[in-house]
């Protein structure tokens, strides 16, 4: 009897989106599995995983009670689940005929609850899940539900920031070995790109990588450009000062 997962639709583009993360494979981190052991803790199950569904395996990049880095797609809980953006919820696997013979719920670790809730991807791809399984029969509630679905997304944002972070270093990589150095007008600092085109410095980062930028003024820019800001600011840090250090009238008898 087969166990394997309804096909997905876009499955090359999800596979696509999962290869972008690069973290197939990668060793445990903190950031992860403070999130599954968080899971675990708040559905009160012995098992949570965040699990990444790849083209023939699902691969656990954390895991809580539980010691197995990866199983076939065939048998995969989670291959089922990011079939559909809504959570997958199965309270007794065992009465349910899309598992009830699974080698996972037959033998170890004979999963009876399963709750599955899609990783998607800011362009919609479902790359895993984050879920959390007991060997009896139970559910969540409206509570764990929520706390769920909150955790899963914190998943998502830490896998972007990843992504960010490969891409600028892939930028500058590319930056470097291609030109060596990074020409700058020693005026007004621009930066000029490989077709002679001088541009500020954020806006050459943001066509080479996926940055974007927030703005603020330094200390030293603030005195140059705006030193009336900074002498009302004296101003009312001195009167501040002066109401706190004013002692206070004590009242006659």
Same mark, same amino acid.
């Given at each position: 009897?087969?166990?394997?997962?309804p096909?997905?639709?876009?499955?090359?583009?999800r596979?696509?989106?999962?290869?972008?993360?690069?973290i197939?494979g990668?060793q445990?981190?903190?950031?992860?599995?403070?999130?599954? +052991?968080?899971?675990?803790?708040?559905?009160? %199950?012995p098992?949570?995983?965040?699990?990444?569904v790849?083209?023939? %395996?699902?691969?656990f990049?954390?895991?809580?009670g539980?010691?197995?880095k990866e199983?076939?797609?065939?048998?995969s809980?989670?291959?089922?689940?990011?079939?559909?953006s809504?959570?997958?919820?199965v309270?007794?696997a065992?009465?349910?005929?899309?598992?009830?013979?699974?080698?996972?719920?037959v033998?170890?670790? +004979?999963?009876?609850?399963y709750?599955g809730?899609?990783l998607? %991807?800011?362009?919609?791809q479902?790359?895993?899940t984050?879920c959390?399984?007991?060997?009896?029969p139970?559910?969540?509630?409206?509570?764990?539900?929520?706390?769920?679905?909150?955790?899963?997304r914190?998943?998502?944002?830490l896998?972007e920031?990843?992504?960010?972070?490969?891409?600028l270093?892939d930028?500058?990589?590319?930056?470097?070995?291609?030109?060596g150095?990074?020409?700058t007008?020693?005026? @007004?600092?621009?930066?000029?790109?490989?077709?002679?085109?001088?541009?500020?410095?954020?806006k050459y980062?943001s066509k080479?990588?996926d940055?974007?930028?927030?703005?603020?003024?330094c200390?030293? @820019?603030?005195?140059?450009h705006?030193?009336d800001?900074?002498?009302?600011?004296?101003d009312?840090?001195?009167?501040?000062n002066?109401?706190?250090?004013?002692?206070?009238? +004590?009242?006659?008898?």
């Open positions: 009897m087969g166990f394997g997962a096909k997905i639709s876009n499955e090359e583009e596979l696509r989106a999962l290869a972008e993360y690069r197939l990668t445990p981190e903190q950031c992860y599995d403070d999130i599954t +052991k968080i899971a675990s803790l708040t559905c009160g %199950t098992i949570s995983l965040m699990s990444l790849d083209t023939d %395996t699902q691969w990049k954390s895991m809580c539980f010691e197995t199983t076939s797609r065939d048998v809980f989670c291959a089922h689940a990011i079939a559909s809504e959570p997958l919820i309270e007794d065992l009465l349910d005929e899309r598992f009830k013979s699974n080698p996972l719920v033998e170890e670790p +004979k999963i009876r609850l709750a809730f899609p998607q %991807t800011p362009n919609d479902r790359i895993g984050l959390v399984i007991d060997r009896k139970g559910h969540l509630s409206d509570h764990q539900h929520q706390i769920m679905e909150a955790l899963s914190q998943v998502v944002t896998l920031l990843r992504k960010r972070s490969i891409r270093l930028a500058l990589t590319h930056m470097h070995n291609t030109e150095i990074l020409t007008c020693s005026y @007004c600092k621009e930066v000029r790109d490989s077709d002679g085109e001088w541009q500020h410095l954020e980062l080479i990588a940055i974007r930028f927030s703005h603020g003024i200390d030293l @820019c603030m005195e140059k705006f030193p800001v900074l002498e009302v600011w004296s009312d840090k001195l009167d501040l002066s109401k706190k250090n004013k002692p206070e009238c +004590k009242k006659s008898n």
